[in-house]
């Protein structure tokens, strides 16, 4: 049995389709981030597994009970940080986890749970009064009530300074080491590429690509861009270029040429081939990008305007087509 | 059973408000204040000096008006102030069903009406028996649980509302307009489809005994008639229904249906308010 999931899942809002025929799969014992710009669908998907939204159509199981029909089964058995969360104001950050414990029936210790997300020297203090940092973390631990097999973040590090966002990666780390499933979402790359086993990213309602996270990489660095530096105008070598097994994109400008090839090992035949044409390479330069480009590219859709995110547009159709299959 | 949690949450949240000790202070100025009243307005020698029942008698309106109130203002944010601030995201991210959710938060709320009408008793039975004489404990205990009950009813109306509803302004319009309506103007809808049908105004007996039962359909109404029974007061007494109507007192006029009234003033909102609230989407 999987921790997450969905068939053909699908909410509408009027004529807004939030998400599409979602197909999703989280195993258990891993960290799966759900990536994607604001307004993806990623709440939405979320709201659906929590029961805060019921589906439109299409179905789905959490640690095997239905999303629809089975709402509070889930929820016993799930801890969820939850997004756009309000505390309240005048009750204490001990108090908070305390009915987060008494809610699920269980025994922990409430101050223990506040000691593994550090706030425990606050357990006494109002909610209200809580930085933003502070009532992420408070919620984390509500969440952890009970010893939940599967944690459903949303957000988890909105709101957080670097320093706050690696203390939250670092307690969910530490959580999944406990056994805990995680599936959390989040619109920043880097907060997901560091702990995750997998991602999934959306993009207007529709789950574009999922993966490990390594061969995402992979896929990703076997891409590369080529720029020459030429001493004539370079349009003239594109012909003998374009018809060169494994380039996938040439771009003259000037007396400079780019050339993308789906494979790395193709470079050093591309370089062969300018080399062998006659002119005289002035400088070269290659671009390996990150899967933080990747991300940009595959959530707006545009062509960016930096070198490096530029490349990736060809690396998203070819991403989107797979995605497709 | 996480209604109990909801419950004991909600009523520990207002603790840490001043709310509940506003409350009390409103209920104790209320009972044992306004009851005072004709003992200090008596000028001894002029006639009986009052007695217990008149103490109680002229603190009966102004009392039920106070619990009824204070009901409707506990109960109208409890549920959409959690959806605006968020917090209803808590409430929903454990396993709390929306059931747990308006159950829990009508007796937490009805908890918050409690401890405050039955502190200003307390302090009130204090005043009253060094006024007045004859304290009758059966009556002044009956009308405290005939002002829980009162309690309980408005603060569900205004649960319900709060549970139907996506903003407080929202519930702050629906909670106005139906005390309005259904209770202070209530009177006055019986007498205007009287109007239509007859083309004059009822008079005060030989009344059909429909026109009664809408009368009897208000929020108040049912409430007032079982008052009679519950607490027996010298001066609010009312005309009797058999006075008032044309024929027999069908059982739908009888006291007892009362009582059928208030539990449907219960049930009926609320089952709305746990309709929508259920149906509604947290995005």
Redesign the interface.
Known sequence: MDAIETNSLGRR?GDVNAVESLDLTVQKGEIYGFLGPNGAGK??TI?ML?????PSSGSGTVLGYDLEHE???I??SVG?L???????G??TAR??VR??I???GADDDPDDLLGRVELADVADR?AGGFSTGMKQRL?LA??LAGNPDLLILDEPSSGLDPNGAREMRAIIREENERGTTVFFSSHVMEQVEAICDRVGIMRDGRLIAEDAIDSLKDRFDADSRLVFTLDTVADDIVPALETMNGVTDINADGNDVSVVVADASRKAPVIEAVGASGVTIKDIRIDDSSLEDLFATLTTGERPTSRHAEENAANTTQLIREADQ | M?WV??A??DF??AL??KLLWVLSALMILVVAGISAIPQLLYIPGQGPAPGFDDGMSFMFTWMTMMVSIIGLVVGYRAIVG?RE???I??L??????RRDVVVGKVLGRATVVAVPTVIGFLVGAVVILALYDGFAVTDYIGLLVFALVIGLVYVSVAVAVSASVNTRAKAVGGVLGIYLIFDLLWWTVPMAIYWLLERELPGSTDLPAWYVLVERLGIWEPLGILSGTLVDIAGVETVSTADRLAGDVPFFLETWFAWVIVIAWVAIPLGIGYYRFNRA???
């Open positions: 809002f709440s939405t709201n929590l029961g805060f939204t019921p709402s509070v089964a929820r016993q969820v939850p997004e756009d969360f309000g505390v309240y005048r009750l108090k908070h009915f987060a008494e809610t699920k109002t919620a509500m969440a | 996480s949690h909801v004991r949450k520990a949240d840490r408000s959690e601030s968020g917090s995201r808590f929903l991210g454990l396993p709390n069903s989407v947290m995005s």
